[in-house]
Nanobody, 115 residues
C-alpha cells in the first residue's frame, strides 16, 4: 500500500532551477531503488535519475551534471534538484519506488521550461 506524492513542479525560464520532492505516505522499510522518470508530450516515459538502497546513482546522459537525486529514508522522501533547465526538459515527472517485484508510481508533476 505504498503511495507516492510529488510536488515542486511549475513554470520556469530557461536556465532556471526547480526542486522536485516525492514523499511516501507510509513507512516503506527497505527498497531496491527510487527514482524519477519523465514523459515528454508524444513520447514514452524515460528514466531521468535513479538511486539505489546502497545510495548508488545513475542519470540519463541528457541531465548528467545538471540534475542531482537524493533521498532521506527517515523522512521518506526522494528529491530531484534540477539546474540549468532547458526547454527540452519540459515533461511530466514521475516518482518511482521499486521493492522486490513491485513498482510504485506517483501521480506526476508538470515541469514547463519556457521563455
Amino acid at each position: 500500500q505504498v503511495q507516492l506524492v510529488e510536488s515542486g513542479g511549475g513554470l520556469v525560464q530557461p536556465g532556471g532551477s526547480l526542486r522536485l520532492s516525492c514523499i511516501a505516505t507510509s513507512p516503506i522499510g527497505w527498497f531496491d531503488a527510487m527514482g524519477w522518470y519523465r514523459q515528454h508530450p508524444g513520447k514514452e516515459r524515460e528514466l531521468v535519475a535513479r538511486i539505489g538502497s546502497d545510495a548508488r546513482t545513475n542519470y540519463a546522459d541528457s541531465v548528467k551534471d545538471r540534475f542531482t537525486i537524493s533521498k532521506n529514508n527517515a523522512q521518506r522522501t526522494v528529491a530531484l534538484q534540477m539546474n540549468s533547465l532547458k526547454p527540452e526538459d519540459t515533461a511530466v515527472y514521475y516518482c518511482m519506488l521499486s521493492r522486490r517485484s513491485n513498482v510504485y508510481w506517483g501521480q506526476g508533476t508538470q515541469v514547463t521550461v519556457s521563455s
